[in-house]
């Protein structure tokens, strides 16, 4: 039977959270134990897939895409708006969700125009509600 992680594995994994590249040698400080000791532990949580990977969080307002709206889209049509929404540069997260729409997306545009634009292309595969973020509150919060 497999053991869930302890406590000093969630301090390692609270670390990383808030910074994906801290030093091995600056995590076994805060953790208190060897540096093989928490890479090995480290290994363990990625073999288990607690940890799947490793990002670069990017300035999405520096990148010209600070817009974020958040769009609830109803369509028969699943796949066709799956592959469109995987070639869409503007749609960042992708989720299928109960209720009267089946999918909720976020796209990231420069402005309304872009977004006007979006929107366009998605008429053909269903009706559509938009809800454009006036502020962004909490992101990437972290779990532990």
């Known amino acids: 039977m497999e053991h869930p992680i302890d406590d ?34 480290i290994l363990k949580l990625e073999d288990k897939q607690i940890i799947n990977g490793y990002t670069t969080e990017l300035s999405l307002k520096n990148l010209s895409r600070g817009m974020t709206t958040f769009i609830l889209l109803k369509t028969e049509h699943c796949q066709e708006f799956v592959d469109f929404c995987d070639k869409a ?27 006007a634009e979006f929107q366009d292309s998605l008429v053909k595969l269903g009706p559509s509600k938009s ?14």
């Open 131 to 144: 809800h454009i973020s006036l502020k962004n509150i909490l992101e990437h919060r972290i779990i532990l």
């Open 89 to 115: 540069m503007e749609v960042t997260d992708l989720y299928r969700i109960s209720g009267e729409y089946n999918y909720l997306i976020k796209v990231q545009t420069a402005s309304v125009e872009e977004l």
């Open 8 to 41: 000093i594995d969630k301090k390692i994994l609270q670390l990383l959270q808030h910074n994906a590249r801290m030093p091995i040698s600056q995590i076994s400080k805060e953790v208190n134990m060897s540096q093989p000791s928490v890479k090995e532990r």
